[in-house]
Nanobody, 126 residues
Framework: QVQLVESGGGLVQAGGSLRLSCAASGRTSSRFAMGWFRQAPGKEREFVAAIRWIGGSTYYGDSVKGRITISGQNAKSTVTLQMNSLKPEDTAVYYC???????????????????WGQGTQVTVSE
């Protein structure tokens, strides 16, 4: 089993920044890919970003590209999401996800991830 714990959410004004972290523990390995998704009330879970430990490839959702950076510390099994120029429409619960065998074609699909954190609320005010 793998446990994921998110931290760093909160309230920020539009244009501000937040940094989210996800700490993974348990049966993790370098084969894992880790991602961030978000879900606003009444909406489907949306892909934000992902990173592969092997090779360090990163992937971004179209709505956040250029404003968000994902990075990882494999030795600490920690993934960080640096969010800048935040907008009110970024308000959502942000979830960390991980999977040991996800293929690149599926990396934006939340249904393909085996492990999930509890989520952390991000609220961006006008």
């Amino acid at each position: 089993q793998v446990q994921l714990v998110e931290s760093g959410g909160g309230l920020v004004q539009a244009g501000g920044s937040l940094r989210l972290s996800c700490a993974a523990s348990g049966r993790t390995s370098s084969r894992f890919a880790m991602g961030w998704f978000r879900q606003a009330p009444g909406k489907e879970r949306e892909f934000v970003a992902a990173i592969r430990w092997i090779g360090g490839s990163t992937y971004y959702g179209d709505s956040v590209k250029g404003r968000i950076t994902i990075s990882g510390q494999n030795a600490k099994s920690t993934v960080t999401l640096q969010m800048n120029s935040l907008k009110p429409e970024d308000t959502a619960v942000y979830y960390c996800a991980a999977d040991p065998s996800i293929i690149t074609a599926s990396i934006r699909n939340p249904h393909e991830y085996a492990y999930w954190g509890q989520g952390t609320q991000v609220t961006v005010s006008e």
